[in-house]
């Protein structure tokens, strides 16, 4: 697989062919972190909050998928920060911003691909709180990681709608659990789990 800029750029690709209206793909763009309330007790204006810019309580995010609610209303669904490798500090840095975003998006699935991991290293599993996924793709043929990718971010999307429901009381639940799924072949339930080189992938699992 190619270093980070071209990997990102062959990711955003695939996502632009796989995801149909009103799903899009954005590269670069910025999620708020916090809504701010002034001395006067008011809210950040509603311009602000619907397009949020880099500097303004808002952090840059490499890919991120959006779903198209209203004429001038799009949410972030899925985003997927890309790196080399992973690092510890990648974990903690990645993760605290995860955690950030939550905050304001209830309903928002965040992870990391890794274009030089073979495998998820053990840190991550130290390390990490509120990442939803990891994905190592170092040495996978590009067709398999097109698949792979295209399929992951179908099943994120549908985690993101359900994390919705379930934030929003659309959905009685009597059951909700983060089920840590481990495979050779991410997102892909039909195929046989590996032990090695492994790419961990967590679901919400919900019973009425």
Do not use: W
């Not at 799903?23 to 809504?35: C, H, K």
């Not at 840190?123 to 996978?140: I, K, Q």
């Not at 994390?163 to 909700?176: Q, S």
């Amino acid at each position: 697989m190619a270093k980070e800029s071209p990997f990102v750029t062959l990711a955003h690709k695939v996502a632009s062919a796989v995801l149909e209206a009103p799903l899009s793909i954005g590269r670069g763009q910025p999620l708020l972190y916090e809504l701010k309330v002034s001395n006067k007790l008011e809210v950040m204006r509603p311009e602000q909050i619907k397009k949020p810019k880099r500097g303004s309580s808002a952090f840059e995010t490499d890919l991120c998928v959006f779903e198209q609610v209203e004429d001038e209303i799009k949410i972030p669904r899925v985003v997927i920060e890309f790196k080399t490798r992973i690092t510890t500090h990648d974990i903690l840095t990645y993760s605290a911003k995860a955690e950030r975003h939550k905050r304001i998006y209830p309903y928002l699935r965040y992870g990391m691909l890794a274009s030089s991991e073979k495998a998820i290293p053990g840190r991550a599993f130290t390390h990490n709180e509120s990442l939803d996924f990891f994905f190592a793709v170092s040495g996978m043929p590009e067709m398999e990681f097109k698949e792979q990718f295209a399929e992951l971010m179908q099943a994120e999307v549908a985690a993101s709608k359900l994390l919705e429901k379930i934030a929003y009381a659309k959905l009685p639940t009597r059951l909700f659990r983060m089920h840590p799924i481990v495979a050779q072949n991410a997102y892909s339930y039909k195929r046989t789990p590996g032990q090695a080189q492994m790419r961990l992938c967590i679901q919400p699992q919900v019973a009425r």
